[in-house]
Nanobody, 130 residues
């Protein structure tokens, strides 16, 4: 029933920008958290940025602070990740996920992520290279 679909990935040069989108459907909880995660080859999936529906509070990993911005469009059930000043180390598959039990900070910092498999999207590839 729950469905999350990511889009917007692609190939970009260092210093460039991309905007990722996550379309969420199949749930209508009063409280939920949507998070962006990424996984590079050979590395653990990590939280990038998460946002809460209750008050719009956000969390950002230190590696992306000042460069990435997460936002929500409640009318369209969309969550976005604006990525600026991209670096080669940002290269990864980016996923969005949903949760109903954790704060946005807990969702993003838990390692490895504890979100059930059914609450993830399929991922979108971001490659930062010259």
């Amino acid at each position: 029933q729950l469905q999350l679909v990511e889009s917007g990935g692609g190939l970009v040069q260092p210093g460039g920008s991309l905007r990722l989108s996550c379309a969420a459907s199949g749930f209508s909880f009063d409280y939920y958290v949507i998070g962006w995660f990424r996984q590079a080859p050979g590395k653990e999936r990590e939280g990038v940025s998460c946002i809460s529906s209750s008050d719009g509070s956000t969390y950002y990993a230190d590696s992306v602070k000042g460069r990435f911005t997460i936002s929500m469009d409640n009318a369209k059930n969309m969550v976005y990740l604006q990525m600026n000043s991209l670096k080669p180390e940002d290269t990864a598959v980016y996923y969005c996920a949903a949760d109903w039990l954790m704060t946005e900070q807990a969702m993003c910092i838990t390692r490895p992520p504890s979100i059930p498999l059914d609450y993830w999207g399929q991922g979108t590839q971001v490659t930062v290279s010259s």
